[in-house]
Nanobody
Framework: QVQLVESGGRLVQAGGSLRLSCAAS????????MSWFRQAPGKEREFVAG????????YYADSVKGRFAISRDNAKNTVFLQMNSLKPEDTAVYYC?????????????????WGQGTQVTVSS
């Protein structure tokens, strides 16, 4: 059983930056592809960024390309999401998710484990 705990979300002004972290425990982290999703009020959960278990492939949603960067530190069992040039439309609860030997899919149904989420609010 893998436990995921996100942190780093807060209120920030438009144009600002945040770095989210997701700490994993209870499994062999290096076997899991890791992704970030987000969900705004009244909207479906959407894929933001993903990184494969070996770090060899990285994917981004078009809406965040060039602004967000996902990375992982397997020695610390942690995945990060660096968010720059934040916009009000980035406001959402951000979740990390883990998929054993996965391909960092944009389909949330592929992921076995989820964190509880961290709130990011971008003010205009």
């Amino acid at each position: 059983q893998v436990q995921l705990v996100e942190s780093g979300g807060r209120l920030v002004q438009a144009g600002g930056s945040l770095r989210l972290s997701c700490a994993a425990s209870g499994g062999t982290f290096s076997r899991y592809s890791m992704s970030w999703f987000r969900q705004a009020p009244g909207k479906e959960r959407e894929f933001v960024a993903g990184i494969t278990w070996g770090g060899g492939a990285i994917y981004y949603a078009d809406s965040v390309k060039g602004r967000f960067a996902i990375s992982r530190d397997n020695a610390k069992n942690t995945v990060f999401l660096q968010m720059n040039s934040l916009k009000p439309e980035d406001t959402a609860v951000y979740y990390c998710a883990a998929d054993l030997w996965g391909l960092a899919s944009a389909n949330p149904r592929q992921y076995e484990y989820w964190g509880q989420g961290t709130q990011v609010t971008v003010s205009s």
